[in-house]
């Protein structure tokens, strides 16, 4: 096995960590919130939804499985955070945590090494 796909499955472990059964649409979500910090523009759940090809609905799940409290009202991981974005209100801009960006860079670690 080529070590690019070995440092792949590490990195991957760190998600079934958080959830065995995480879909990796969850995955994506905080990948693609991940690549978007620090852009000047942010990262919002539309934009997210656009780029990842999902509806507006799944979008808003898969990132409420990664915040503070899901959907469900049970404890999450507190790795994604989402606020009302003050210029419009029908936006919510989504960043992640000190706990997510810990995990960010545990999986650049990982990946890069």
């Known amino acids: 096995m080529s070590k690019e796909i070995n440092r792949l499955l590490v990195a991957l ?11 990796v649409q969850q995955v994506q979500t905080f990948l ?14 539309k934009d997210l939804a656009v780029a990842l090809d999902y509806s507006l609905a ?7 499985a990664f915040s503070e409290v899901t959907r469900h009202k049970k404890q999450g991981p507190d790795l994604l955070e989402a606020r009302e974005d003050f210029a419009n209100r ?9 706990q997510g960006r ?3 860079n545990t999986l ?4 890069s090494t």
């Open 90 to 98: 029908a936006y919510k801009n989504i960043t992640l945590t000190e």
């Open 102 to 104: 810990r995990l960010r």
């Open 58 to 64: 799944s979008a808003s799940r898969n990132i409420a």
């Open 32 to 45: 693609y919130v991940c690549k978007h910090e620090g852009d000047p523009k942010g990262c919002n759940v």
């Open 108 to 111: 650049q670690e990982l990946v």
């Open 13 to 23: 472990e760190q998600f079934r960590a958080i959830n065995p059964k995480m879909p």
